[in-house]
């Protein structure tokens, strides 16, 4: 029985929250033990509440820390009390948890470090992000296939699970801002095995993206800078990798 942490980091999402967590703790997957933990991030509104009431545990962070501090908090609470597995959702209600079996079976197998659902090899329509995040999706594909050698369909999906080694080393070092694209190249730096699952998204029913269009182009270029830096760090400066 593999215990399964799902991280789910969530900023003022006190109109998606509850269903999400919902959502989570339906799924069964053999051979798997799922908890949900919600990752309060310095929220104004009551998301800490309604998380709890949903049946998650809940770390409330005393301010706001961002995507990439919050994930963190999620992989050091899963380290500490030895989970097997972590996987990231989204609290927007994005992801459709109903494929996380899909999303798990390769890391319970033994056969990858991590997968990544990604929303452009499915034969489904779902939500496949806006045009111009699409073109920086592929971007960023053609970027980290060109670092790594590994061609990721999805390099800003949220939705991905990762096995203990992972987990060891993200608790230890995780990328801060826009993490997604940056915690994969990290990841492949280091041998990481990893694979790309078809899954389908889904539109946010409430609230709004923290990346707006005029983020858009300070986003790329921050992300961009980040990954080429990993180029002149040295692998032991990411922590523990075993």
Not at 97 to 121: E, H, K, W
Not at 156 to 183: K, M, N, Q, V
Request: glycine letters at 10%.
């Amino acid at each position: 029985m593999k215990k399964t942490l799902v991280i789910i980091p969530a900023f003022n999402e006190a109109g998606n929250i509850g269903r999400t967590v919902r959502e989570v703790l339906a799924v069964v997957v053999p051979d798997t033990k799922i908890t949900a933990l919600v990752i309060d991030d310095g929220s104004s509104d009551n998301t800490a509440v309604l998380a709890h009431q949903a049946g998650a545990c809940v770390v409330p962070l005393p301010f706001n820390l961002g995507i990439g501090g919050a994930v963190q908090a999620g992989y050091r609470y899963a380290d500490e009390h030895g989970f097997d597995i972590a996987v990231q959702v989204d609290g927007d209600g994005q992801h459709d948890v109903s494929y996380l079996g899909q999303l798990l079976r390769p890391v319970i197998d033994g056969n990858v470090d991590m997968a990544i659902g990604t929303r452009f090899l499915s034969s489904q329509n779902g939500f496949r992000s806006t045009a111009l995040r699409r073109v920086g999706i592929r971007f960023f594909t053609a970027l980290i296939r060109l670092i790594t050698g590994f061609t990721a369909t999805d390099p800003t999906s949220g939705f991905r699970a990762c096995g203990r080694r992972l987990i060891r080393l993200f608790a230890s070092y995780y990328p801060s801002d826009f993490p997604e694209p940056e915690a994969l190249v990290v990841a492949r730096r280091l041998g990481a095995r990893i694979v790309d699952v078809p899954v389908v998204m889904r539109p946010r029913i409430a609230g709004k993206s923290s990346i707006g269009r005029l983020k858009s182009p300070y986003y790329m270029l921050k992300v961009t800078t980040a990954i080429l830096l990993h180029l002149l760090k040295k692998r032991k400066a990411y922590g523990i990798w075993e």
